[in-house]
């Protein structure tokens, strides 16, 4: 387990996985050892890839997968933040900035970056018939990219694994159908049959597990299709 005095190696402007760290460090303790295939889905200055790095990647086959533009989301942009400096998080070296920290991880061999957009880099590792054990969901933080990245990477968890989704309490847009919670619950809704969920302090914990909920056909042909108004409460 990586201690304070391990993670000073790194240097990180944002130190915002630092504040969840306990809870990873609680909940990832049977993972330890363990052979493994982790994919992390927006990964900035490399704060949890190498964390992961140093604590999960012990196996000698286990392997890891981090996608990201490395050029910063919405809410990174200058025109998002116009009461902020300009290049409040140096955008322009963030790329040099992560791969300098996960250099200083022992199992960097393990881990294979790909700098796309997580729409593009999904469909290339379904396309690769990829398999995944944990799945970290940390990119965009707009609900549609959000949703976009939970049902991509659910086609991909194996059962019995784990998909945590970041930012399930963050509120950066004032309009609710922005932020990541609107689109993790919309996920988890349509995933019920397969999901055990755990809420910590900011994030949301899913487990993939057996279906419980088995389809039942309607018998009613009647009642196949949504009634006009039911529906359009429904949509609102």
């Known amino acids: ?28 303790a049977h993972l330890r050892n363990r052979e493994l295939r982790i994919l992390e889905i927006g990964c900035f200055e490399g704060c949890a890839t190498t964390w992961i790095l140093d604590n999960l990647m012990s196996h000698p086959h286990s392997v890891m997968i981090a996608i990201d533009t490395f050029e910063g989301g919405m809410e990174h942009q200058p025109s998002s933040c116009p009461d902020q400096p300009a290049d409040r998080y140096q955008l322009s070296t963030l790329k040099h900035r992560f791969d300098s920290n996960v250099a200083k991880c022992t199992e960097v061999a393990k881990l294979c970056v790909m700098q796309a957009r997580s729409d593009d880099a999904l469909i290339t590792l379904r396309q690769q018939r990829r398999r995944f054990d944990f799945i970290y969901v940390d990119a965009s933080h707009v609900a549609i990219d959000v949703l976009h990245d939970a049902v991509m990477s659910w086609q991909m968890l194996d059962e019995g694994g784990t998909l945590v989704f970041d930012d399930y309490s963050w509120r950066g847009f004032i309009e609710d159908c922005y932020n ?21 302090e900011s994030q949301l914990w899913v487990k993939r597990v057996p279906n419980c909920i088995p389809a039942t056909p309607n018998p009613d042909p009647a009642l196949y299709y949504w009634d006009k108004g039911l529906a359009k409460n429904f949509v609102e």
Do not use: G, N, S, Y
């Not at 240097?11 to 306990?22: A, G, M, S």
């Open 180 to 200: 990541p919670r609107v689109a993790i619950r919309a996920f988890v809704k349509c995933a019920k049959p397969e999901v055990e969920c755990t809420e910590t």
């Open 1 to 28: 387990m990586a201690t304070d005095h391990d993670r000073a190696r790194f240097t990180f402007q944002q130190d915002w996985f630092e504040l969840i760290r306990p809870e990873w460090d609680q909940r990832t």
